[in-house]
């Protein structure tokens, strides 16, 4: 793997582990929101039933107004659990796109490996092509070098018979 690869690799998996702890810290907010809304909705149940008007027969404007004060807090906290929810889903979309985009460049690599693949294996087939060429030229060289030896050995023959022939006699007196 090259150091940029490694590199790369590395800040993905740091992204990946502060993503993760953002992600996590954002669902502890939300399920701390939605804890509190349950505590809350008890309190309010609780503060519909509360009567401490005479005798404890009638609800007081006190008891009502705790009532509705509870049921804004209920309203806010709803607010609240919408707002992080939807940062927890905004952190999940950008999470998704980030994977996305990563394996879309990776596959642009793949590709471009692949390219680089095939252009090599063409070049390697048309060399072989040529080596195959040139290794036939070479053995028909070979063949004419042969025959042309042959051809000037026969010829030095024939041109020593026939010095041999035609050489003058000496006579001895």
Do not use: C, W
């Not at 609780?46 to 705790?66: C, H, N, P």
């Amino acid at each position: 793997m090259s150091g940029m690869q490694a590199h790369a690799n590395m800040q993905d998996s740091t992204a990946k582990a502060a993503d993760s702890l953002t992600f996590e810290a954002q669902r502890a907010r939300v399920n701390q929101l939605l804890d509190s809304r349950s505590k809350r909705f008890g309190e309010y149940a609780t503060s519909l039933e509360k009567k401490t008007g005479v005798f404890g027969l009638f609800k007081t404007k006190k008891d009502m107004q705790k009532s509705n004060d509870i049921l804004r807090e209920l309203v806010i906290n709803d607010n609240n659990i919408f707002l992080e929810t939807r940062k927890l889903l905004d952190l999940k979309d950008a999470q998704s796109e980030r994977y996305q985009k990563l394996a879309s460049e990776y596959d642009q690599q793949v590709s471009a490996y692949m390219k680089t693949i095939n252009k090599l294996q063409n070049e390697n087939d048309k060399l072989r092509g040529e080596i195959s060429e040139l290794q036939d030229v070479d053995q028909g060289s070979d063949n004419k070098l042969f025959f042309a030896i042959v051809l000037i050995l026969i010829l030095i023959g024939v041109i020593v018979y026939l010095y041999l022939k035609n050489k003058p006699k000496k006579l001895t007196v």
